[in-house]
């Protein structure tokens, strides 16, 4: 049997996207240092842990 890259894991409070479980997540392509970084806009399902939504609007990295 072949070897299987892992999929991430994905933070189950956010949805649209996957949000990598690390220890800091950050809007790729803004000011933040990672290690964690999310590509697109992801809704805000759960409680926003790595406050990817600034204005609280739902919707986080918009």
Do not use: F, W
């Not at 933040?32 to 919707?59: A, E, F, K, S």
């Amino acid at each position: 049997m072949g070897t299987r890259e892992e999929e991430p894991e994905c933070d189950p409070n956010y949805s649209g996207g996957c949000v990598p479980i690390a220890s800091d997540v950050d809007c790729a392509g803004g000011s933040g240092n990672g290690p964690g970084y999310v590509d697109g806009v992801v809704r805000v399902v759960g409680t926003d842990i790595y406050d990817l939504d600034r204005d609280n609007d739902g919707y986080g990295c918009d």
